[in-house]
């Protein structure tokens, strides 16, 4: 039981070159989301899957497109990498979005953009 | 949507004494208040977490309360020490269909020896 598995761990992008982060869960949990965390800014919500077939906004969407491939995995996509986007991006999953669902981290994925 | 204030952004303690880390909510209808806990280099992994029609729930040593007319909650952490030094995450959720948890920045707690 892995939990939540985001690859790759480390990358590094040229501005302009565009990238998908793999997230998946074996937790059958029907939630995932996508944050992003820099320093002195926390964890801000890219994107979410309340279930299979429905992705919505975040916080702090603008640049990413997501795909809820199937209920186990989520990616997200960089189509035009920019410096701003460095940061470390964790993927998440809870039962569901309801109130009282634990949300369980992946290990992160660190990005720089030079 | 939703806003989550947290301070202090630092706060340094001695092995032995209490930590209290303050967070506030903007939106009313949030009903769920989880804390989580990030070692260097780890991922968050939650600590305790409140629901709203509780006003304060304990686990050991650490404790989490709840005002929901002021829209603030609390985490106290007693008798620390040096495992306990991480960044510690509040964060504020309505838990319904189109919303998800909201993080506060993050407090680095550093507990000495």
């Known amino acids: 039981n892995a939990g939540v598995t985001q690859t790759p761990k480390f990358q590094v992008l040229k501005t302009g070159q565009s990238m998908t982060l793999q997230c998946a869960q074996d937790?059958?949990?029907?939630?995932m989301y996508w944050y992003r965390q820099d320093p002195g800014m926390g964890l801000r919500l890219i994107y979410y899957?309340?279930?299979?077939?429905?992705?919505d906004k975040g916080e702090v969407p603008n640049g990413y497109n997501v795909s809820r491939l199937n209920k186990r995995e989520f990616s997200l996509r960089l189509e035009s990498a920019a410096p701003s986007q460095t940061s470390v991006y964790f993927c998440?999953?809870?039962?569901?979005?309801?109130?009282?669902?634990?949300?369980?981290f992946g290990e992160g994925s660190w990005l720089t953009v030079v | 949507g939703e806003n989550v204030e947290q301070h202090p952004s630092t706060l340094s303690v001695q092995e032995g004494d209490s930590a209290v880390i303050k967070c506030t909510y903007s939106?009313?209808?949030?009903?769920?208040f989880p804390w989580y806990k990030q070692e260097l280099g780890k991922r968050p992994q939650l600590i305790i977490d409140?629901?709203?029609?509780?006003g304060e729930k304990k686990d050991q040593r650490i404790a989490v309360t709840l005002n929901k007319t002021a829209k603030h909650f609390s985490l106290h952490i007693t008798e620390t020490q040096p495992e306990d030094s991480a960044v510690y995450f509040c964060?504020?959720?309505?838990?319904?269909?189109?919303?998800?948890?909201?993080f506060g920045k993050g407090t680095t707690l550093s507990v000495s020896s």
């Open positions: 998440a999953s809870s039962a569901e979005l309801t109130t009282g669902n634990t949300i369980y």
């Open positions: 937790m059958n949990h029907n939630s």
């Open positions: 409140i629901r709203s029609n509780v």
């Open positions: 939106d009313s209808a949030s009903n769920y």
């Open positions: 964060a504020a959720s309505k838990g319904q269909a189109g919303t998800a948890l909201i």
């Open positions: 899957s309340a279930s299979e077939g429905t992705t």
